[in-house]
């Protein structure tokens, strides 16, 4: 099969639109939707820096790849790449191998943090995580040493790597939840709290497909190992809904998330004007952040453990 815009072979057929592209012009087509997403949600300055959250996986990735072509000494916007180390044997470091090549090949400042900060390794956690799902601790804990790193690199934004089925599937899941201030939050992020860098996504309006051709065609490394302690059933659930939908209907992922723009501005978060800090530097909800109070119940339970 041609693409529809020059004779070369195509490498795609995208359904929702109906056209086949070669790999340059899916690679245009790509970054083209890339581009209004950034120009859409942030506002960027000479003298500004934008930290990246990158873990080494196609998406994030292919934000870092793409945020650094376009923002560079011309135009004097820095990117920094911030990566965290769980500690996760067998799955974190082969995949920071890659982050830690590319940024210097490519001369990209390149950031780490680590759960063994806390001296509290994935590996230590995931044994006494109980009835809660790992995650729920990775997760607290990485946006924690993300945050404060962005803030100390003097980041105004930080870019992350979710894609249109990524979002798709979080405005599902809360919408059916209830979960009106999850949903009210979800980001890009309007409402500044001090504190808490804004996040961004590039990548919102594309699917995880397209992410992934995307790294093939345009020769991005990425680790596409799976996480052993990855055990979120329900956004499982959500993911296989969202999937069938577009399968029945192409299209449906974009006009789930366009929905949810649309409806954004008449949904508010509980309290957002109330700002509180944590001992640890954190901006929180109660005395202390989720993360702190983390903190102390896992070294509890394996302090236990040991005893
Ligand atoms: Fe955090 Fe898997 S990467 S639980
Ligand atoms: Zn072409
Ligand atoms: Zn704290």
């Known amino acids: 099969m041609k ?23 899916f690679k245009d087509y790509f970054v083209k939707r890339v581009k209004k997403e950034i120009r859409k949600e942030v ?18 990735m292919v934000t870092l790849s793409i945020l650094h072509s376009l923002f560079n000494e011309r135009n004097g916007i820095r990117v920094v790449c911030i990566s965290i180390d769980e500690g996760i044997e067998g799955y974190r470091p082969p995949s920071l191998d890659i982050v830690r090549k590319y940024c210097s090949d490519n001369g990209i400042e390149y950031r780490e943090r680590s759960f063994a900060e806390m001296d509290l390794p994935m590996d230590d956690i995931a044994p006494v995580s109980g009835s809660s799902s790992p995650c729920t601790y990775c997760g607290v804990f990485r946006r924690k040493l993300m945050n404060d790193e962005a803030r100390k690199v003097g980041a105004k934004y930080l870019a992350t790597g979710h894609n249109l089925d990524d979002v798709a599937q979080s405005v599902m899941m809360n919408l059916v939840r209830g979960d009106i201030d999850r949903l009210a939050r979800l980001g890009p992020h309007t409402n500044i709290r001090p504190g808490l860098i804004p996040r961004f996504y590039p990548l919102r309006m594309v699917p995880e497909k397209e992410s992934l051709l995307y790294a093939l065609v345009a020769g991005i490394p ?11 059933a329900l956004r499982n659930e959500y993911r296989d809904v969202v999937d069938g939908l577009e399968d029945r209907s192409p299209g449906t992922k974009y006009s789930i998330v366009s929905t949810y723009d649309k409806l954004r501005p008449l949904i508010t978060p509980a309290s957002p004007h109330e700002v509180k800090f944590c001992f640890c530097g954190e901006p929180c909800n109660g005395k202390r952040c989720k993360a702190c109070e983390y903190e102390e119940v896992l070294k509890g339970r394996i302090g236990a453990g040991k005893g």
């Open 43 to 60: 506002d960027l300055f000479k003298g500004d820096t934008v930290g990246v959250a990158v873990s080494g996986g196609k998406d994030s």
């Open 3 to 25: 693409c529809d815009l020059c004779n070369n072979e195509s490498v795609t057929f995208v359904r929702y639109n109906g056209s086949h592209l070669c790999a340059d012009h």
């Open 222 to 232: 990425f680790w596409d190992g799976e996480c052993p302690y990855w055990k979120e």
